[in-house]
């Protein structure tokens, strides 16, 4: 028999805080608990939206959702833009590369042919 990794921790809260966690729970098709986990892991991620060095080309603005082509279009066109890889087929632009998007036509094609979404 498989042992379960995964650690319990009982935790206490009160009724409203558990209605909304019900509610979120239901809206995003999903146990409490798991809805519980990802709010938690969420928490953890790194704010990309707290722009604080607006001419700097490695300081994160954007997080994207982009194909495999439009990568390889940004990396051969604007080899000045800083593009991370957070996981499959999502990146993190730089706040240069969000420059691009908002004044440069050709970045804006790039967008409007490779991507699942943006959030700026």
Not at 10 to 23: G, P
Not at 38 to 52: C, G, L, M, V
Not at 57 to 67: F, K, R, T
């Amino acid at each position: 028999m498989a042992r379960n990794l995964d650690v319990e921790y009982k935790m206490r809260m009160t009724q409203e805080l558990k209605e909304k966690i019900v509610e979120s729970a239901k809206f995003h098709n999903r146990s409490m608990n798991a809805d519980i986990v990802a709010r938690i892991e969420q928490s953890f991620e790194p704010d990309f939206f707290k722009i604080t060095k607006l001419n700097d080309l490695e300081e994160p603005a954007a997080s994207i959702e982009i194909g495999a082509i439009t990568i390889g279009l940004y990396e051969s066109q604007y080899k000045e833009i800083k593009l991370t890889q957070l996981g499959l087929n999502y990146w993190l632009l730089s706040y240069h590369a969000v420059l691009c998007h908002l004044r440069d036509e050709s970045a804006k094609q790039l967008i409007e042919l490779g991507c699942a979404y943006t959030t700026l």
